[in-house]
T-cell receptor
Framework: KAGVTQTPRYLIKTRGQQVTLSCSPI?????VSWYQQTPGQGLQFLFE???????NKGNFPGRFSGRQFSNSRSEMNVSTLELGDSALYLC??????????FGPGTRLTVL | AQSVTQPDIHITVSEGASLELRCNYS??????LFWYVQSPGQGLQLLLK??????LVQGIKGFEAEFKRSQSSFNLRKPSVHWSDAAEYFC????????????FGGGTRVLVKP
């Protein structure tokens, strides 16, 4: 089976812009979770989608949002970008509530 | 709320020597426990997991971990490290009732000396 794929792998944006990141889970997996990784805060959970519904949410401002499509692919959106949003954004998929498999990440740089 | 502590930020080990990475968690019941490894610029690769049953679990790449309920620990071990084991290692907990919301430790960076 193909692994979790994330596009794009790298992004450069400027403050105030918005960005959309995409994640395609492993075939058959219905849960997609998003994490932010920064040197200062480490790995932090953003949100999880399961069967097109948000099932869990972390402690991030409303500028961070996501959605999941009927084919389980997921997107996350960050509006009004700030310098502190520069991070590696990781997507993970799982069948239900068990082991999560991570993608390679999208490196977002905000200038 | 659950939390995970990895007390060692950096560990340097000689190739062929044994390795032990510490992980302590805080949670009211027995959580799901995971160890992931991350090479520079890469995503996270699952090494092993514990859900229930035998407290000594075997993983990939020769790693094993032992769950000790009394110490709230889930330490990772490898008998003989290889230069390719140089990476950052993350311990994570995922309460069974909270879907797939993982809480990660701060990570331990492992350097391997030749």
């Amino acid at each position: 089976k193909a692994g979790v794929t994330q596009t794009p792998r790298y992004l450069i944006k400027t403050r105030g812009q918005q960005v959309t990141l995409s994640c395609s889970p492993i075939s058959g997996h219905r849960s997609v979770s998003w994490y932010q990784q920064t040197p200062g805060q480490g790995l932090q959970f953003l949100f999880e989608y399961f069967s097109e519904t948000q099932r869990n949410k972390g402690n991030f401002p409303g500028r961070f949002s996501g959605r999941q499509f009927s084919n389980s692919r997921s997107e996350m959106n960050v509006s009004t970008l700030e310098l502190g949003d520069s991070a590696l954004y990781l997507c993970a998929s799982s069948f239900t509530t068990d082991t999560q498999y991570f993608g390679p990440g999208t490196r977002l740089t905000v200038l | 709320a659950q939390s995970v502590t990895q007390p060692d930020i950096h560990i340097t080990v000689s190739e062929g020597a044994s390795l032990e990475l510490r992980c302590n968690y805080s949670y009211g019941a027995t959580p799901y426990l995971f160890w992931y490894v991350q090479s520079p610029g890469q995503g996270l690769q699952l090494l092993l997991k514990y859900f229930s049953g035998d407290t000594l679990v075997q993983g990939i790449k020769g790693f094993e971990a032992e769950f000790k309920r009394s110490q709230s620990s889930f330490n990772l071990r490898k008998p003989s490290v290889h230069w390719s084991d140089a990476a950052e290692y993350f311990c994570a907990v995922g309460p069974p009732a909270a879907g797939n919301k993982l809480t990660f430790g701060g990570g331990t960076r492992v350097l391997v000396k030749p």
